[in-house]
């Protein structure tokens, strides 16, 4: 299953993300650790997820390669970027798997 690095615009960031697979969506969110991201927390899930899954593996704001932050920015700021980044893909509906932040941001999501 190919693993592809891509870009989008989701709100005022531009967006790094890796996506694998086809079906239903798995939104995978990683830690604030120094230099986390999206591949280095979850790159050894994507094979298995992406069997079965449309697996997306975002870059929060700040990290990897989603530009950093324009303003001192707080959780909601976190938690409205990946809801403009599901909305620039046309993800309506997603399984949530997020790490730390990447947790706090998918409890925070699902609650919408």
Same mark, same amino acid.
């Given at each position: 299953?190919?693993?592809?690095? &891509?870009?989008?615009?989701?709100?005022?960031?531009?967006?790094?993300?890796?996506?694998?697979?086809?079906?239903?969506?798995?939104?995978?969110?990683?830690?604030?650790?120094?230099?986390?991201? *999206?591949?280095?927390?979850?790159?050894?899930?994507?094979?298995?997820? *992406?069997?079965?899954?449309?697996?997306?593996?975002?870059?929060?704001?700040?990290?990897? &390669?989603?530009?950093?932050?324009?303003?001192?920015?707080?959780?909601?700021?976190?938690?409205?970027?990946?809801?403009?980044?599901?909305?620039?893909? *046309?993800?309506? &509906?997603?399984?949530?798997?997020?790490?730390?932040? *990447?947790?706090?941001?998918?409890?925070?999501?699902?609650?919408?």
């Amino acid at each position: 299953m190919p693993i592809t690095e &891509k870009f989008v615009q989701a709100g005022e960031y531009r967006t790094h993300y890796w996506e694998t697979g086809e079906g239903e969506n798995v939104l995978m969110l990683h830690s604030a650790d120094p230099g986390s991201g *999206g591949w280095l927390e979850f790159r050894e899930n994507f094979d298995a997820l *992406g069997r079965h899954f449309r697996v997306l593996a975002p870059d929060i704001i700040g990290f990897g &390669k989603t530009d950093p932050p324009t303003r001192d920015l707080r959780h909601p700021a976190y938690v409205e970027h990946m809801l403009q980044f599901l909305d620039a893909l *046309g993800v309506k &509906k997603t399984h949530l798997i997020g790490n730390c932040r *990447g947790g706090l941001i998918s409890i925070s999501i699902a609650a919408e």
